[in-house]
Each structure stands twice: as structure tokens, then as C-alpha cells.
T-cell receptor, first 113, second 114 residues
Framework: SQTIHQWPATLVQPVGSPLSLECTVE??????LYWYRQAAGRGLQLLFY??????ISSEVPQNLSASRPQDRQFILSSKKLLLSDSGFYLC????????????FGSGTRLTVV | AQSVTQPDIHITVSEGASLELRCNYS??????LFWYVQSPGQGLQLLLK??????LVQGIKGFEAEFKRSQSSFNLRKPSVHWSDAAEYFC????????????FGAGTQVVVTP
């Protein structure tokens, strides 16, 4: 069966420090991969999605970047964190068909101080 | 433009009472529709989905949803809520032409009182 792993679960980082969040999927090949951010009391904002290795699409301009170095690995990064980067980050994967929907990771709570 | 609207930001319901969460969408193509649930500090879990066939779909945890094309709605229901149903619920819509991307509503927070 397919599983998705996301880590770390919680992260407290100072302003200006770098960031690296990792997401891996097991049990499937060629997944679509997504990074979402959920700010406190707000809905889900799609940050990046990827349909293949090295293929990254950005949905909103921001202080973050994403990479997909391997088929089932998706990384969210920042060179210098801002206070506004605080939030709950969710990774998700889906098969090629939209009708199957997403499977989400358990999320990373990022607090920038 | 494609959009998903969940008109109720917050709903309070008594344990044992029925629950209905509203979802309206605006989508040019034939949509695929989903309901997800999120417990505090957790990821989202798929409750149910619709893409064709019977317009009344059954999901996990005793939830069901009905697709009404004429009303562009996909409302979620549960006949009798349990305290463990307290969570945030998200409606989402996608289509084959969307590169697999789903559009999510803003969510409805459900509080269950004794």
C-alpha cells in the first residue's frame, strides 16, 4: 500500500535561517506531488506541485522553493525564513488521475521566531 | 473562474444530532468532488469522493454526500454526530484538465457539544 512520510513534525526556526522540509512517498511510481501551506484559521494554499522529476510549478510567488530530486521525494526549502513563513505545511500525493484525489502527509508545524 | 465555497465557517452541533455541511462549486468541466476531514494538528483524511454514477456517495465514519448538478452543490451529511467528529472539514473540486490539482474550500469548523 502507498504511504507518505513528512518530517519533521514540528520545527522552530529563527528569522533568516534556512529551511528544508522533506516528503517521501512509498508504494507508487510517478506520483503527482504537492506542497500546501495552512496559516492559522485559514484554508489551504497550494504552494508548489510537481508531475515529474525536476518539474516544479509554483502557484504563488514567495520566499520558498521546491525541488524533486527523485521520483518519490519532494523538498520544500527556503534560504532565509521570514516571520510570515510560519504555518502548517502539508505534503500530498496523487495518482495521475484527478478523480483519485490526494493523500496527505501528517504535516509540519513551522514557527519562525 | 473555478471556485469552491463553503458558506459556513463554523458550526456547532449537539452530540447525536444530524449534521450537514454545505459546499458549492463553480467549475467549467465535469467536476470531481471530495470531502476531507482534518483533526487538530493532523493532515487531511479523505472522507468520500464523487466522479460519476450514483449521486449519493457513502464515505467513511458514517458520512455521506449528495451531488446536485442543478445546484452545483456537494453537501456532506451525517445522521448522528459523535464527539469524535469535531474537526475541520474541507470540500475540494478537481477535473481532468487540472493537472491533478484540487481546489479547496476555506473549510468548516465543527464543534460538537455534549
Amino acid at each position: 500500500s502507498q504511504t507518505i512520510h513528512q518530517w519533521p513534525a514540528t520545527l522552530v526556526q529563527p528569522v533568516g535561517s534556512p529551511l528544508s522540509l522533506e516528503c517521501t512517498v512509498e508504494g507508487t511510481s510517478n506520483p503527482n506531488l504537492y506542497w500546501y501551506r495552512q496559516a492559522a484559521g485559514r484554508g489551504l494554499q497550494l504552494l508548489f506541485y510537481s508531475v515529474g522529476i525536476g518539474q516544479i510549478s509554483s502557484e504563488v510567488p514567495q520566499n520558498l522553493s521546491a525541488s524533486r530530486p527523485q521520483d518519490r521525494q519532494f523538498i520544500l526549502s527556503s534560504k532565509k525564513l521570514l516571520l510570515s513563513d510560519s504555518g502548517f505545511y502539508l505534503c500530498a500525493w496523487s495518482p495521475r488521475l484527478t478523480r483519485d484525489g490526494y493523500t496527505f502527509g501528517s504535516g509540519t508545524r513551522l514557527t519562525v521566531v | 473562474a473555478q471556485s469552491v465555497t463553503q458558506p459556513d465557517i463554523h458550526i456547532t452541533v449537539s452530540e447525536g444530532a444530524s449534521l450537514e455541511l454545505r459546499c458549492n462549486y463553480s467549475y467549467g468541466a465535469t467536476p470531481y468532488l471530495f470531502w476531507y476531514v482534518q483533526s487538530p494538528g493532523q493532515g487531511l483524511q479523505l472522507l468520500l469522493k464523487y466522479f460519476s454514477g450514483d449521486t449519493l456517495v457513502q464515505g467513511i465514519k458514517g458520512f455521506e454526500a449528495e451531488f446536485k448538478r442543478s445546484q452545483s452543490s456537494f453537501n456532506l451529511r451525517k445522521p448522528s454526530v459523535h464527539w469524535s467528529d469535531a474537526a475541520e472539514y474541507f470540500c475540494a473540486v478537481g477535473a481532468d484538465d487540472s493537472w491533478g490539482k484540487l481546489q479547496f474550500g476555506a473549510g468548516t469548523q465543527v464543534v460538537v457539544t455534549p
